[in-house]
């Protein structure tokens, strides 16, 4: 078919795949911010929001400290869990709308022959490097309250135990 019998439309026709509109892009945009503070806000909940929580509901529940303690170290890892597979749901989206392919299964160090490639097959995601962060920020917090923050241990003094009765 030569560029004669064309319409003229049909040789204006561009060959390349239509570009997205700005709207769809700015609203794609938007979503994905969106998604990435979700998993953000919901990795740094994870190692310091759940476990808090979980310690003041068991405490305002149950009135034996043992009881409350052995509640709370088996309610919280549970709902570490389900809050894991919510922001791993969530990596899932955000890759669908960037478009990425999720990483597929990779052998683990143990299965691989030593001639093998040396590159790693695995690629570090977003939700990756958001639990990293997260686990960072969650121990030096941790580390700043047990130092600074927090009442030093005193054995000796008026609040000695012992000295419940004020007698030097």
């Not at 990293?132 to 009442?151: E, G, K, N, P, R």
């Amino acid at each position: 078919m030569s560029d004669a019998t064309l319409t003229p439309r049909a040789r204006s026709a561009p060959t390349a795949p239509l570009q997205a509109r700005p709207l769809t892009v700015l609203k794609t945009r938007l979503a994905a911010a969106v998604l990435v503070s979700a998993m953000a806000l919901g990795s740094l909940g994870l190692w310091t929001v759940l476990p808090i929580g979980w310690l003041w509901l068991a405490s305002n529940l149950v009135r034996s400290n043992l009881f409350s303690y052995m509640f709370a170290l088996i309610a919280c890892p549970i709902s570490m869990v389900q809050a894991a597979r919510g922001l791993y749901h969530l990596q899932r989206r955000y890759q669908h709308l960037r478009q990425r392919a999720a990483p597929g299964p990779h052998p683990t160090g143990w299965l691989r022959s030593l001639s093998d490639e040396r590159r790693s097959m695995k690629t570090i995601t977003l939700l990756d490097w958001l639990m990293m962060l997260s686990v960072l920020v969650a121990i030096v917090t941790a580390l700043i309250y047990y130092f600074l923050l927090s009442d030093p241990l005193v054995v000796t003094g008026p609040q000695a135990p012992g000295n419940e009765h004020g007698l030097q």
